[in-house]
């Protein structure tokens, strides 16, 4: 995805520890109009791999919002975000499963309010990162409680040096990165 | 603003001390298409008002997001939205402030990254909730610590008996929300 990909070499940055710094154009800063952009990618790849009708996107809060929600809107359809802190608007019953914070380093409990996905949800997953796998494999977990079925997941930018697709559980959803990432002399490298 | 007072009629709740519950399609489930509707809204509105050129909107996470996303596609320009938690990625200098949780009770830091707003840009603020107003008030005092101007404030829900108009600070900018709602014998109220 060339606009994808032009932006990451002009912006991203390396900070060390396998973290590439975002915070322009994907996280903190968005470019709403990249975003939109990212949204019809997503649909038209999901779609040509003939993944069918899908009913409701799945993020996690905070920075899958956006592309999530970007995607959304062009398959005309909710997107659910996944919480991760307590909420007095948070009550009832949840679907729930923990994650480590890749940046941060903590567990997390991710939580989705059951009247959000039910057994006849075809659900896309969407995230900003495929690092550890970790939140996925959650969100994953979180569509499995539900009874729904997975329709596919979906991240903006993959770094396979941290073999994340091996964390994720066992689905046969496909799984699409739009831009793959390394690093190296504290650069970060686009793979291909 | 009709879709959304269909919505709010639908499908609010009132949780008590003046909690109102939207989690089905403003935060938690967000309705994507009603999120595009809204930022059109907004951006007629501000244009209408002549508002004129605005280079930025920001928001505080994580519900804000989806309308501030919304909004920047329709105008076509970056949405910057202040952090509430530590990460790895936010480094170097930031324009702070604090807000108190309408929510949670809590004390919270909102920081922008210095390089994200300037004093040239001209700043649309832009939020799910107009409850106390304390964290619209952050938020211009990010504004303000950054040398940049700003063009108008827009939130989705406004609460007038939290008077939160009063503590959003000496600003001359207009403030605009899509809906206005109170509570009675524990139902939302839609005021006009």
Chains 1, 2 share one sequence.
Not at 18 to 27: A, M, P, Q, T
Not at 81 to 87: D, V
Not at 127 to 145: H, K, M, S, Y
Request: include cysteine; hydrophobic fraction near 45%.
């Amino acid at each position: 995805m060339n606009a994808l990909i032009e932006r990451i070499r002009r912006d991203a940055s390396y900070l060390g520890n396998g973290i590439i710094k975002v915070d322009s154009f994907l996280n903190h800063q968005v470019d709403a109009l990249l975003m939109g952009a990212i949204g019809r990618e997503f649909a038209q790849r999901f779609e040509a791999l003939g993944v069918g009708a899908v009913s409701r996107v799945l993020t996690a809060e905070v920075s899958g919002i956006p592309p999530a929600l970007a995607t959304a809107g062009v398959l005309g359809i909710p997107m659910v975000y996944a919480r991760k802190h307590e909420s007095a608007t948070l009550s009832g019953d949840y679907f729930q499963a923990e994650t480590v914070s890749r940046t941060r380093g903590n567990r997390v409990q991710l939580r989705v309010d059951t009247r959000f996905l039910a057994p006849l949800d075809r659900v896309l997953i969407i995230d900003d990162f495929l690092a550890t796998g970790l939140t996925l494999n959650a969100l994953v977990r979180i569509v499995q409680q539900s009874g729904a079925s997975l329709a596919g997941i979906g991240c903006v930018i993959e770094k396979p040096a941290e073999q994340g697709r091996r964390n994720i559980g066992e689905i046969t959803a496909p799984v699409l990165s739009l831009a793959r990432l390394g690093w190296d002399n504290e650069q970060v490298v686009v793979l291909d």
